[in-house]
């Protein structure tokens, strides 16, 4: 009974190459959302997917951002040309539902950080 | 713009002790509230959801309140224990479907 999965759990970039995170939600769930949270700070959220579709990007930096949730396959979260600000935890959630209201309850994964030198 | 704040950031109690963490916020318009745990290296656990149209939830030792018109929370621990030792986040579901984070209290609980 596997809960939400995120991959790598630590992932080292220098400035200037590309993170992909990985995200598989919980068995049946098809709402994807991710978080970041910044060293001392609280989570901030980026992005909700759904299934082959963006549902809100309006947390995710305009520029080398980008999320997406295939058809198959995990969530993908990708950051371009890593800055130093883009360290970070990132975390990843899943719900059953439309609203996280309806299913009472996110599924958390246990994060991926980054670590930008 | 709703914003959700967390008194205190930091607390340090004896093992035993009931104690008592804060969360505001500044729009009632909520669809609910959550408590999340967070420890170290590690992801978030839910705690306890309270509906708006609810006062409280209980779980084991946790109790949850929740009072709108005044914006606030509390997340109430009875005979802590080492084992709580952790960061304890809320958040609120705001009317566009998005929670808003605090940005947590620091509870250590020594032995």
């Known amino acids: 009974n596997a809960g939400v999965m995120q991959n790598p759990r630590h992932l080292v970039r220098r400035r200037g190459q590309e993170a992909r995170l990985r995200c598989s939600p919980m068995k049946g769930h098809s709402h994807v959302y991710w978080y970041r949270q910044l060293p001392e700070e609280g989570l901030k959220f980026m992005v909700y997917l759904q299934k082959e579709n963006i549902i809100d990007e309006s947390g995710m930096p305009k520029e080398r951002f980008s999320a997406e949730f295939p058809k198959e396959g995990p969530s993908i979260l990708r950051i371009q040309q890593v800055v130093r600000g883009d360290s970070a935890a990132y975390f990843c959630?899943?719900?059953?539902?439309?609203?996280?209201?309806?299913?009472?309850?996110?599924?958390f994964g246990e994060g991926s950080r980054l670590t930008v030198l | 713009k709703q914003e959700v704040t967390q008194i205190p950031a930091a607390l340090s109690v004896p093992e035993g002790e009931n104690l008592v963490l804060n969360c505001s916020f500044t729009?009632?318009?909520?669809?609910?509230l959550q408590w999340f745990r967070q420890d170290p290296g590690k992801g978030l656990t839910s705690l306890l959801l309270i509906q708006s149209s609810q006062r409280e939830q209980t779980s084991g030792r946790l109790n949850a309140s929740l009072d709108k018109s005044s914006g606030r929370s509390t997340l109430y621990i009875a005979a802590s224990q080492p084992g709580d030792s952790a960061t304890y986040l809320c958040a609120v579901e705001d009317s566009n479907y998005q929670l808003i984070w605090g940005a947590g209290t620091k509870l250590i609980i020594k032995p």
């Open positions: 729009d009632s318009a909520i669809y609910n």
């Open positions: 959630a899943s719900s059953l539902d439309l609203s996280p209201s309806s299913s009472g309850e996110l599924f």
